[in-house]
Structure formats: structure tokens, C-alpha cells
């Protein structure tokens, strides 16, 4: 169904994937394996139509030929990304992500058969649907993740690094609900670091180094290859997760979950459906440009800005109560308002401690009482 061919991409002068031929089908898992900078994610990437590097080859979905077409045309294909980090809405909540991702086109009208098919797959997103996404565990994030990319009805679901962040008790339910959309009729492109789950799963594997295919085979025997275990598998079969990356820190669940509407036992589809998604694309839109507080951690409340402006403003208010040192010239002296008008128009800049005479001419210096607004005047 879904078939490339020749996909090579460029970032400038660094090719990232050369001459990449493989192909998912309906109701298949295919996982990708390689190591850090392989070109896993670009392969998503050019296939997704997000990818920031020149792609040039040949993707198709069933007849049509994707590559090149604008990330939004692609869903429209069928093709759905669950990216790296999951792009979810934190601030929404599990019903509002979900219906965002009804917005194609090819999932309005069918809306309320896709959510019925997603709360039979994960029951578990009826009980949370009001509760915000950045309350749930990591788990659950990512459930909602891919449930938010099968809203857009696809046929094909890629998955970057789904499991990174996940405890290995939450990776194995994650990669059990994958099994569960397969069993749905769906393909699965799988870019993991998690070899030893993920082949065990998947039914094809390709090995991918240096932007090239290696090899392919069926998962099976990939799980079982002395050298494919060697260097995915940390050389034994079932200890460890892959080439190297840090670790990933599992992300808790929040001891209390505090859902923003109470939770519903039970979601009917005309629920969603009965959402506005225009407006609610355009209120997803505008939340995902934070305003700078949201940004810095520094300044996520007022007190210590305040703090910090209060101790400025007393360093300079004393700075200013602090007499002028007598090395300093005296200020220019300047008309003032209520002070009596020099005779001369203009008075040069004084030398320190006298005023500089004006050749030819009389200049009545007036210089102000300390702590008064009268002036004294003086005759040079
Ligand atoms: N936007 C970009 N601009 C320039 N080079 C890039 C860009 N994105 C990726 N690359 C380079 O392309 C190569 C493949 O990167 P890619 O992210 O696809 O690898 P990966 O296999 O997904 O790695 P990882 O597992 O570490 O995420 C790397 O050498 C990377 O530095």
C-alpha cells in the first residue's frame, strides 16, 4: 500500500537517506532499526511531508505519489505521523486533542465511526476524555497521541520513537495496543530504539545505517540474528533495547490526576462530533504560541521579576542620593523655568571649580541653594 522507492534526501551537502526502497501493507508492522543518525526520522519526515532536507525518489500510497506534497495532503492520503516527543496539545484536553485530529478532510464525515473504533481499541480514553493531556502519565500521553493520529481516518500509522520516555512496564502495554491497531486493518511504519519489543511485534524489519538499507527480513528472524543482536540488541537477545542513546527518563504518573471537567464514564461519539473543530483548530493554534513567561522557568511567576525591579530602582535611588564627587565637573548650567534667564545666550562648558570666562563679555552664573529652588547668582 504504502511503497518507496529511490528516496534519497539531502540537508544541504549531507545526504541523509540514499537510494530507500521499502514498503508497508495493510495490516502489517514494519519497524525500522538503526542507529543515532541513521536517517530514521527523516525517512518519516520525507515521507510525511515535513522534512526539512530536499527529498527526491518516489513515495506512493496505493497509486497516488505523495512525496512532495504538503504535510496536510498527505493526511488526506491516509498517511498519519505520530512524531517524535508526540505533538500533543498539553493545555487541551483528551477529547479536544482528539477531535483536532478529526480535521482532515477524510475524517469529518466519518468522525463518529473512527471514535468508535479508537474507544474500542484503548477503552481507557473514554474514562480520561476531560482530563488535560499534560496531567496524564507518559503512557497515556502517548495513547492519546496515537489515537489523536487515527482520527484523521488513516490507513497508514508511522510512530517515531513512541516508547522513548516510557518505563519498560508502559513501552510493553504501548506496544500491545499497537498490536490492537494492526488487528484494526491498519499498516504500521515504526521507527524504534526499542528493537527487542518492537521485532517482537512487528512482522518485517529493516536495518538502516548511514542512510541505507541494509537489510530486510522478517522480524522473526531478525529477533533471532546473531548479528542483528550484536549490534541492536546489546548481543544477547532480550537484555537489552538497542543502539546507543541515553536512556530515557520515565516519565510518573501524577500522583493525583486533576481532570479540568469531571470525567465521563462513558463518551458517545456525537459528543466529539458536536465539537466545533474550526474553532477549536484556531483555539489550538493560538495556545501553541506561548506567551514568553510560559517559556522561561525563571519567570513562570511575578514575584521574583518583582523582586529583582524593586532592587534595581533602590540601587538607583541610592546611587543618586550619594553627593557628586567634588572631581566632577559641574553640570552645564542650563535656563530653567523659574530661574532668572543668563544674560549671555550661551555659556560655555566651565572648568571645574571656576566658570570660564567669555572674552568680551559678562555672565551672570546662577547656581541653585543646596536643598532649595532658589539661586544665587554670581558675576564673572
Ligand atoms: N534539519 C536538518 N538539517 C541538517 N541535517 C539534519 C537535519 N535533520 C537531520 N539531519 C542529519 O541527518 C542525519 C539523519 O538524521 P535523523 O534525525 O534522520 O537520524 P535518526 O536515525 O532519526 O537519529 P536519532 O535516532 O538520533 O533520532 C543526521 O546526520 C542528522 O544530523
Sequence with gaps: MLEIAGLSVRYGKHTALTETALSVKKGEIVVILGANGAGKSTLLKAIAGICEGKSTGSVTMGSDPVLGLPAHKVVERGIALVPEGRGIFGDLTVRENLLLGANPQRAREEADANFERLIRLFPKLTDRAGQTVRTMSGGEQQMVAIGRAMMSNPEILMLDEPSLGLSPLLAKELFQNLKAVRAAGLGILLVEQNAKLSLAIADRGYLLENG????????????????????????????????????????????????????????????????????????????????????????????????????????IESAARQPRPSSLPPLRAQARPNAPTASAPTVQRPTPGAPTPIPGGRVDVYRRRPGTSQFDKTEV
Design 212 to 315: 541505507r538499507i541494509l537489510r530486510e527480513d522478517k522480524a522473526s528472524i531478525l529477533l533471532h540474528d546473531p548479528a542483528v543482536q550484536a549490534a541492536y540488541l546489546g548481543g544477547a537477545a532480550g537484555h537489552a533495547t538497542g543502539p546507543a542513546k541515553p536512556t530515557p527518563v520515565p516519565q510518573a504518573a501524577p500522583a493525583t490526576p486533576t481532570p479540568r471537567a469531571p470525567s465521563t464514564a462513558s463518551v458517545p461519539s456525537s459528543q466529539i462530533a458536536g465539537l466545533d473543530i474550526d474553532a477549536l483548530v484556531s483555539s489550538a493554534a493560538q495556545k501553541a504560541v506561548r506567551p514568553p513567561s510560559t517559556l522561561t522557568p525563571a519567570y513562570t511567576t511575578s514575584a521574583p521579576r518583582a523582586d529583582h525591579l524593586r532592587q534595581t530602582l533602590s540601587a
